[in-house]
């Protein structure tokens, strides 16, 4: 019973509700009773305890004070976060905020225009001298609560500006490189560019401050500007131009919105391949390569889609893989295949993807079978060639017979023809032969008498009656019987 406390606000009232919004709680996420009981003089009756409650989920977002300038053709919102300076209530959402406005025209209000901006914003593609009337409420996402609309608040745009401000910013990545570019219609006129993070949008304030130069966008005088990649941080950043003549300014462009991963290049991957086995390829997958020969080093984890196909065919196989080595199995030995791959980011919502790689060919080893055939055609081949070899020396043979015989005689005449005169009668030849005789004198010497008879040629021979050749052999055998008789007296003397 001692913990009670007044609540301030809440004491003597004459009315059935009170407002203790001004009571500096210390913690809003904690639970809170109270309880109220009704005075009549010195009577008093009971207490009433009511429901206990958190004051955060019970607390409502309230009508925003808002604070507006004027341009030619924008006009600048700045909006008090929802709660009081030294309130706790807001305190930690303040970056969790949404303000949803809505706009239009003063003399028609049915040219209604709905936006969603931060605390510090700008409206733009209004038309100068007009008056804008506006209104804005505040939103939380989680827990989900809506606030009350502010009161309508109105302003009169200015006159046009002497000096335009850029349009149309646009950012895009080349190579290694951002290039900015903008549209301007004069000439003559000098440009610069700033870039500030996007994360500052949701912390109420100005912070004009922050916005830096961007380098080699600074009094330029095209509408464009190249802009190394290491100019900046990886993250969200907004980007805006000015234009300027002689001493006078344009107010600054609308902001461009710059993702340094949306606009960074995904480089088409190097690939290889080689056949492994006897009806496989190995696709390797490798980083993309900078001109010193060094891997880009990639922001974001990368998935890789490989088209495969054979050469002589249209017909292809497409495969997404995380992984940077792929085996296609089960191929035509003997077949030239290709293949071609890109890279892209494995998370969908920034759809980016790479260009194909260069296509790459190769070709498959033969197979069992055609190792087989390869095997039998050796052996055929080597076959044929001594059967052809064989082929050949056989007619070699029967050639030299019919037309190059040989001058010696087949053995079985040399046989039948074994006496030296009937041998000498048929052979032609260009040399003498030479008989030997013996004569045997009283002296007991035996001198040797060499003849020699010249052989008549076979044609010769031929031409002779058959009567001489008969002479011939008798007159040979009685002298041979001579010198045998005259051998043997010899010997008996």
Request: charged residues 25%; proline residues 5%.
């Amino acid at each position: 019973m001692e913990n009670w406390k007044k609540l301030p606000g809440c004491q003597h009232i004459t009315s059935t509700e009170c407002n203790f919004s001004s009571v500096k709680l210390k913690n809003v996420y904690e639970k809170i009773e109270l309880r109220i009981r009704a005075e009549k003089g010195n009577n008093t009756s009971q207490w009433h305890e009511v429901k206990p409650f958190i004051p955060f989920q019970e607390a409502q977002i309230g009508p925003l004070d808002v604070h507006l300038e004027a341009e030619d053709k924008a006009i600048i919102i700045n909006i008090s976060p929802p709660g009081t300076k030294d309130s706790v209530m807001w305190a930690m959402d303040h970056s969790s905020f949404i303000y949803s406005l809505v706009i239009w025209k003063n003399s028609s209000s049915l040219e209604e225009r709905t936006e969603t901006v931060y605390s510090r914003d700008k409206i733009y593609k209004l038309s100068p001298e007009t008056t804008y009337c506006l209104k804005v409420k505040a939103e939380l996402r989680s827990p989900r609560r809506v606030g009350f609309y502010s009161p309508v608040y109105c302003i009169n745009t200015t006159e046009k500006h002497k000096v335009p401000s850029p349009e149309n910013i646009q950012i895009d990545a080349e190579n290694q490189v951002y290039v900015l570019k903008w549209d301007y219609a004069h000439e003559n006129t000098t440009f610069r560019a700033q870039w500030s993070h996007e994360f500052l949008k949701r912390i109420p304030g100005s912070h004009s401050d922050k916005w830096k130069q961007i380098p080699n966008c600074e009094d330029v005088e095209t509408t464009h500007c190249v802009i190394p990649q290491n100019a900046f941080p990886e993250g969200i950043h907004r980007i805006r131009v000015q234009a300027s003549v002689g001493n006078n300014t344009s107010f600054w462009s609308e902001e461009k919105i710059f993702n340094t991963e949306m606009k960074t290049i995904i480089f088409p991957p190097v690939i290889s391949m080689k056949s492994v086995n006897d009806d496989s390829l190995h696709v390797s997958i490798g980083a993309p390569k900078e001109s010193e020969n060094k891997s880009v080093n990639q922001l974001y984890p990368l998935i890789y889609e490989v088209i495969f196909w054979e050469n002589t065919s249209n017909a292809e196989r497409k495969v997404v893989e995380k992984r940077t080595d792929v085996t296609f199995p089960n191929l035509k030995p003997l077949t030239v295949y290709c293949v071609k791959a890109k890279a892209l980011t494995e998370n969908g919502k920034w759809n980016k993807s790479s260009v194909f790689s260069a296509t790459v060919c190769e070709k498959t080893k033969p197979g069992n079978t055609s190792k087989t055939w390869l095997i039998a055609g050796i052996c055929t081949a080597l076959f044929s060639i001594i059967v052809i070899i064989y082929v050949v020396k056989v007619l070699l043979r029967c050639i030299n017979y019919v037309f190059f015989p040989s001058s010696k005689p087949p053995s079985t005449v040399d046989e039948y023809f074994s006496e030296q005169p009937v041998r000498n009668l048929l052979l032609s030849t260009s040399e003498e032969q030479t008989e030997r005789c013996s004569i045997i004198e009283n002296a007991n010497t035996i001198t040797v008498i060499e003849e020699t008879n010249p052989i008549e040629d076979h044609k010769k021979y031929n031409s002779q009656t058959s009567q001489d050749s008969g002479n011939y052999s008798n007159e040979d055998e009685n002298s041979g019987s001579k010198i045998s008789e005259e051998l043997l007296e010899q010997e008996t003397v």
